[in-house]
């Protein structure tokens, strides 16, 4: 008798155990593992899931909700998942931080001319992962009274302290050294006539000059057989890559031209530079055969009167009227002037210039005669500046 009380406790203590050691085991069991990393950037995509460890098998209630990242410091958050059969709420804490620096977008070359303060921080952008307004703020020295290249620096700094600079290069320039004019030929100046508002027309190896440049439109055509100088190899022949056929001088500032627009992004090329004579003469024939004289003239030039004889005019990306209103075309009628270059036909002149608008069509002339024509854009002639007319002969 005493013997089967024995085993009888010893069972049921057997059986306290085993219900004891159960309760325990599936607590442990059912509650979620958490991952090791609780660190999360501020306002990054973090959902409720990427942060439970699945090696429980815990049987998770919760969806799958995005988790508001966007308050740096600890924040609490809750899975509902089955205990026991029993819907339960295991609660933790991550910290949100920020440890990302901010972006700066700027350009990376800015000119301008002795005296003409620009706003530096006019086309700069910050963007950082806080979304929170960050003003940069220029470091080093520099003065806009004095020509020089300065190397300086954009810095912006989050509310958490991270930093970013980016290096840019003021460019001060002097207006009569930087994109200076073009040497004149050798040969006799042979005074011609006074234009409309009084500058000295003059003539060289037959070609017309004022104030030294070079004049060439529907009244002043190029001598016969000219060829320019001072040019990139040989202008002879017919070739429209136009770094063989283009001034030297042209083909520099053009070069400071591109770069400063690629470093906005901007892609602008030369698709048509030099033409000789001869290729002028087949070009406007077939032009005069498609259209008819009348409209031929208004784009085209006769043989003998054109820019592109010169190796000082090139056109830009497209001969199309949708170039004005593109990136590329708005930055050009811009910018050029700052590197010597002209809108030659501007809009609006053609009946000063005799062509119509041309916003691809670009002429050099040096920067300072194109910052007087540019005026703050609105592009003024050749035509008008130096009094000429633009109109073939009767
Ligand atoms: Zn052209």
């Known amino acids: 008798m005493k013997c089967k009380w024995k085993i009888l406790l010893c069972i049921f203590i057997v059986l306290i155990l085993i219900i004891v050691f159960n309760f325990y085991y599936q607590k442990s069991l059912n509650i979620p593992l958490i991952v090791d990393n609780r660190n999360f950037q501020m306002?990054?995509?973090?959902?409720?899931?990427?942060?439970?460890?699945?090696?429980?098998k815990a049987k998770i209630l919760s969806h799958n909700s995005k988790i508001?990242?966007?308050?740096?410091?600890?924040?609490?958050?809750?899975?509902?998942?089955?205990?026991?059969?029993?819907?339960?709420?295991?609660?933790?804490?991550?910290?949100?931080?920020?440890?990302?620096?901010?972006?700066?977008?700027?350009?990376?070359?800015l000119v301008t001319s002795i005296g003409k303060e620009i706003d530096l921080l006019q086309n700069v952008k910050v963007y950082d992962n806080s979304k929170e307004l960050i003003q940069p703020v220029v470091k080093g020295d520099y003065n806009f009274d004095q020509e020089g290249n300065y190397s300086l620096k954009y810095?912006?700094?989050?509310?958490?302290g991270n930093k970013t600079e980016e290096d840019f290069l003021l460019k001060v320039i002097s207006l009569e050294n930087s994109y200076p004019k073009i040497a004149l030929p050798s040969?006799?100046?042979?005074?011609?006539?006074?234009?409309?508002?009084?500058?000295?027309?003059?003539?060289?190896?037959?070609?017309?000059?004022?104030?030294?440049?070079?004049?060439?439109?529907?009244?002043?055509?190029?001598?016969?057989?000219?060829i320019p100088k001072n040019t990139y190899k040989s202008a002879v022949g017919v070739t429209k890559q136009c770094q063989d056929c283009i001034d030297k001088t042209v083909y520099n500032a053009w070069l400071d031209m591109k770069h400063a627009a690629e470093a906005l992004g901007l892609?602008?090329?030369?698709?048509?530079?030099?033409?000789?004579?001869?290729?002028?003469?087949?070009?406007?024939?077939?032009?005069?055969?498609?259209?008819?004289?009348?409209?031929?003239?208004?784009?085209?030039?006769?043989?003998?009167?054109s820019e592109h004889q010169t190796g000082l005019s090139?056109?830009?990306?497209?001969?199309?009227?949708?170039?004005?209103?593109?990136?590329?075309?708005?930055?050009?009628?811009?910018?050029?002037?700052?590197?010597?270059?002209?809108?030659?036909?501007?809009?609006?002149?053609?009946?000063?210039?005799?062509?119509?608008?041309?916003?691809?069509?670009?002429?050099?002339?040096?920067?300072?005669?194109?910052?007087?024509?540019?005026?703050?854009?609105?592009?003024?002639?050749?035509?008008?500046?130096?009094?000429?007319?633009?109109?073939?002969?009767?």
């Open 43 to 56: 306002n990054s995509d973090l959902y409720l899931n990427s942060l439970i460890s699945n090696k429980n």
């Open 68 to 109: 508001d990242t966007s308050n740096l410091g600890e924040q609490e958050v809750y899975v509902t998942y089955k205990k026991n059969f029993k819907e339960a709420v295991y609660k933790f804490k991550i910290n949100i931080i920020d440890t990302l620096a901010p972006k700066i977008e700027c350009q990376k070359e």
């Open 155 to 160: 810095e912006a700094i989050d509310a958490s």
């Open 187 to 226: 040969g006799a100046k042979i005074f011609v006539e006074k234009s409309n508002n009084g500058w000295d027309i003059y003539k060289i190896n037959g070609s017309f000059y004022i104030d030294d440049y070079l004049i060439v439109n529907k009244t002043y055509p190029l001598a016969e057989g000219f």
């Open 267 to 305: 892609n602008i090329w030369i698709q048509s530079g030099y033409r000789p004579f001869q290729e002028q003469n087949i070009l406007f024939e077939r032009y005069i055969q498609r259209d008819g004289i009348e409209q031929a003239e208004k784009y085209s030039s006769r043989p003998g009167y």
């Open 314 to 394: 090139f056109d830009l990306n497209s001969i199309a009227d949708v170039f004005a209103s593109t990136k590329e075309g708005k930055w050009v009628s811009d910018n050029a002037y700052k590197y010597g270059f002209i809108i030659r036909f501007p809009k609006g002149k053609e009946d000063k210039t005799g062509y119509k608008y041309e916003s691809w069509h670009l002429r050099y002339v040096g920067s300072q005669l194109a910052t007087k024509l540019y005026n703050n854009g609105n592009w003024i002639s050749l035509e008008e500046y130096f009094g000429i007319n633009s109109k073939y002969p009767l």
